[in-house]
């Protein structure tokens, strides 16, 4: 079974907050306003950084070139490393995606002692040459251009993590997730056309996806592949891209009890023995030997990033997706509501999964 790699923005966490991009910001920065110095350590891809920068707003903006260096380290994914451009003539900085980061020579920089007036800055943020859907505020303090961690979350494809317990900052480029597989269970034998409306790039599809799936599916899931006469027992897909992940609900189970507390939750949600031991085996070996694991099932905002359109509709769809987080110990979670699952006339069953880590 494969894994594929996920890029994860947005969302509450229960530990923390999971910072959103800006598309989904309400916040309107000051013209004139105060920086209070910032100096902490950063986790880019769990590797520690001590970044300098200011807060402002109650937001923490860094240096644009201490982002890219941050995550220029060891990232995970490499789509997620960027350039820097300063252009003086025409004003503008830039952020050149999928680049390999260029550090500049320059004095070893430190924030200032005290707190300061700032002024948002003139200056105009391209990326790739573009500019930004919504202008990102940037703030010019003693001739260095800052950023809000969020802001650049939007425009490159990393996740920003806030743990409000421990007071720490994690930058991730990429989070693991596995494995949507979809089943067919028509009440007769007939051909069936799905397609997949994603929000990111297919990366691995099997069988192979030629513009979406023609099969011929019969009642008990067997599905005929028409590009390859072949057999197949599900649909399944990966890809590259963006998901609002979701803790605000869910649970915390221990390790050891995992199997028993998927085998439970997700028979009583609608899957069958077959569907639910599909996924146990899967995901049991990255669970099993946690000391915790924070567990919570996405709804709209996974079914909205990957949209299906299958013909003939079916007449009922359920659609599992799992995230979850190892925990060293338990936290407090509101515990999530889960709707049961009936069965109608055609239907489509879907399960898939991300660990945020």
Known sequence: MKRFLLSLTAALGICGIAIPAHAADTFVPKEITIAKPFSDVVYFDENPVAMNGYTIDGYTYFRLRDIAAGISLNPRDEEATFDVKYNAEENT????????????????????????????????????????????????????????????????????????????????????AAKPVIYLYPEKTIDVSVKLDYAGDLTV?????????QVTAQPDGTLTNHADGLEYSYLFWEGNGQLDVDFSEGFVIKGEDTAAFLQKTLSDMGLTPKEYNDFIVYWLPYMQDNAYNLISFQQENYTQQAKLDI???????????????PLEKPVEVTPQKLQPFERNGFTVVEWGGTEVK
């Not at 004095?107 to 573009?130: C, I, R, Y």
């Not at 251009?145 to 991730?172: H, M, T």
């Not at 509709?313 to 799992?322: G, H, I, N, T």
């Open 205 to 213: 599809t099997y069988p192979t996806y030629h513009d979406g799936w």
């Open 311 to 325: 013909q003939p509709a079916p007449d009922s769809v359920l659609r599992v997706f799992m995230a979850f987080r």
């Open 93 to 176: 900085i830039e952020i050149l995606r999928n680049q390999v980061y260029c550090p500049i020579k320059e004095p070893a920089f430190t924030v200032a002692q005290e707190e300061k007036v700032v002024h948002l800055s003139q200056m105009n943020l391209l990326v790739d040459g573009e500019e930004t859907e919504s202008p990102l505020p940037v703030y010019n303090i003693d001739g260095y251009s800052f950023c809000r961690l969020r802001d650049i979350a939007g425009e490159v494809p990393f996740f920003v993590e806030w743990l409000s317990d421990v007071q720490k900052i994690n930058v991730y480029t990429v989070v693991a």
